[in-house]
């Protein structure tokens, strides 16, 4: 790995035809830390994730990368820099999985060039950081989802970048799985100091798994920070419009969030909750 | 796939993965049973053709009746490899651009646009000679197809799998009609069309080959140079993208080289079904989900598929011969019929 890479936006406006999904943001990713974006349903989160992956020119400011404007960088330089995991990839049918992850070597290859050695060493040391070197030469189909999960990370690991985007990683996947796959994504950035930026839907594992916590409301930036400023009743309220009581994780000490329904909380009496139901 | 669970993995063992042997042995069995159909093409036709006669024809310059016949056969072979292949290679990189297991020339409108673009050169413009076939042939596909996909990229989500089948298939029977709509109040000229219009390459020469194999050459090279881009859009565009490829680049001169194989290929041996569609499919189940693998099979087995059906539609039907196109058509129907049901091809 090279030099730490450097990852910003500038007044980063993005939206689809008419409609304006992210006004103005002004945003730094920590370099070597991990970075968690959470949001309500359509707040524009994986829209972001998805400029800073140059998947989506901004109609207005840029997406930084070392100091350069990422859209205008050659695709496959920036490619060697950032990777991307997006939400729902698609496996050919019947691939191997060594030959699924050995894609991620393409923006190392030339076009006629033949596999390399240091190709071979980047997907063997994929395999075997996401524990998925006994799983080479079975067929993707075949695996669950947690192992087709890892096998996905391997591939953005063979890719060698020291920016990794993943939307959403844990989508679809059991707590078992989920927790099994933030733990490999922090693994990565413990040992190889890879810079990791996700969103993800599941507040409480957010503020676990975070070094910094960005909450996007509206397209806009809400809060950003260590996850011990960020996750509170308040930002709660403000970005979810759910009412909560927000207490220190008795695993991690990271703060940990308790939604309040109308039901089953032992404070709230119904008949408060109607009432502040028929105020507001 | 029985080809990814060959080998072994070993620490220090750098080729580990890809399963390189077995599927080199595919391509070697490719070029030996090749090779076997090429022999079969020159020895067997509509005249019945004594051993002597077929060596002679090579080894002495008589010029028999029999040693004509076979001498024949050697271009109608070639111009046969050289379609089948073309045809193969072309809707191996149409399914793979679009990610969609059924789009092949025929269903996305190549075919047809090359068709019609053919009909109304000879109907209106008194086209005639081979090369104007091929240009005509292979603007009329590339219009056709751009159309096509402009209709299936209408509405929400661009262009999805479905979409450009159904605007392909609309497309397809409104050309068809089109064609007809042209021939029918020409008698004339539907006499020249017809043989063309079945899909046959009896009519080959060597003049004919040498005319159309720059435009095969140029269109296999463009889409040589996309064949790892085609490996990375087989993974969605997003993925792809986030791999370094300019997605829309690589579609752009994948179909390109797509349309001048396809559109070449049916100007000089008329429309043919099937191949496009069936071999790719038969391909993947022999060598895997690789383009470079892939591309290179999905050539022999369409060179082998066109030669075998020349081969047959020569012998079932003397003293008279059935064209090739015909026959692709019976064997690859039921085929492909065969090739869905396994579960293999659901999707790509």
């Known amino acids: ?280 | 796939m029985s080809a990814t669970l060959l080998t072994r993995p070993g620490p220090d063992d750098a080729m580990m993965r890809r399963p390189v042997p077995v599927r080199l042995l595919v391509l070697l069995a490719g070029v030996a049973v090749l090779v076997l159909a090429a022999a079969l093409s020159v020895a067997f036709g509509t005249r019945i053709v004594a051993w002597q006669d077929i060596v002679s024809a090579f080894t002495t310059s008589a010029d028999g009746i029999a040693e004509a016949a076979v001498r024949q056969r050697v271009p109608r072979t070639v111009l046969a490899m050289l379609v089948g292949a073309s045809l193969g290679v072309a809707g191996a990189v149409l399914q793979g651009l679009t990610r969609n297991p059924l789009a092949d020339p025929m269903i996305l409108g190549i075919t047809p646009g090359a068709s019609l673009a053919v009909v109304s050169g000879i109907a209106f413009f008194g086209l005639s000679t081979a090369t104007g076939y091929i240009w005509v042939a292979i603007v009329g596909a590339a219009l056709a197809s751009a159309f096509v996909y402009t209709i299936g990229s209408l509405g929400r989500g661009g262009p999805t799998p479905l979409k450009l089948a159904l605007s392909g298939a609309a497309t397809t029977a409104a050309f068809t009609s089109l064609i007809s709509a042209i021939l029918l109040p020409r008698i004339d000229v539907m006499n020249v069309f017809r043989f063309w219009q079945v899909g046959g390459v009896g009519g080959a020469s060597y003049s004919r080959i040498g005319q159309v194999l720059p435009f095969l050459v140029v269109g296999a090279l463009l889409c040589l140079v996309c064949v790892r881009g085609l490996n990375t859009l087989a993974l969605g565009d997003d993925l792809a993208r986030g791999l370094g490829e300019r997605v829309m680049v690589t579609r752009i001169v994948a179909f390109l080289g797509a349309v001048t194989l396809c559109g070449a290929a049916t100007a000089v041996a008329g429309p043919i079904a099937f191949v496009g569609l069936v071999v790719p499919h038969v391909c993947r189940l022999l060598v895997g989900v690789d383009h470079r693998w892939l591309l290179a099979s999905a050539g022999l087995l369409g060179a082998i598929l066109l030669t075998v059906a020349d081969v047959v539609g020569r012998i079932v039907a003397r003293p008279s011969e059935i064209d090739v196109g015909i026959v692709t058509a019976i064997i690859g129907a039921p085929f492909f019929i065969y090739v869905v049901r396994r579960q293999k091809v659901r999707a790509l």
């Open chain 1, 1 to 280: 790995m090279t030099d730490a890479h450097t990852l910003h936006t500038e007044q980063l406006s993005l939206g689809y035809g008419d409609r304006v999904v992210v006004d103005s943001l002004d945003l730094t990713i920590p370099t070597g830390r991990i970075t968690t974006i959470v949001g309500a349903n359509a707040c524009g989160k994986s829209t972001l994730l998805r400029a800073m992956a140059r998947l989506l020119a901004p109609r207005n400011g840029r997406v930084v990368l070392d100091g350069k404007d990422l859209h205008r960088l050659p695709t496959k330089e920036v490619a060697r820099t950032l990777g991307l995991l997006p939400q729902s990839p698609i496996a050919p049918e019947g691939i191997a999985v060594a030959d699924l992850v050995g894609r991620g070597r393409h923006p190392h290859q030339k076009v006629f060039a033949r596999w390399s050695r240091e190709d071979e060493a980047a997907v063997l040391s994929a395999l075997e950081a996401t524990g998925t070197t006994e799983l080479a030469d079975r067929s993707v189909d075949e695996l669950s989802g947690g192992q087709r999960q890892r096998v996905w990370i391997a591939m953005a690991l063979a890719q060698q970048t020291d920016l990794l985007l993943l939307d959403e990683p844990t989508t679809f996947l059991d707590v078992t799985h989920q927790i099994e796959v933030l733990d490999l994504l922090t693994d990565l950035n413990r040992q190889r100091g890879t810079t990791i930026v996700m969103v993800l839907h599941d507040l409480n594992l957010a503020a676990r798994y975070a070094d910094h916590l960005i909450a996007v409301a509206g397209g806009a930036l809400h809060a950003a920070g260590s996850p011990a400023d960020v996750l509170t009743a308040a930002t709660v309220r403000e970005v979810f419009g759910l009412e909560s009581e927000v207490v220190a994780d008795p695993t991690s000490g990271k703060p940990m969030m308790l939604p309040i329904g109308r039901y089953h909380a032992r404070q709230v009496q119904p008949a408060t909750a109607t009432a502040t139901e028929a105020s507001g």
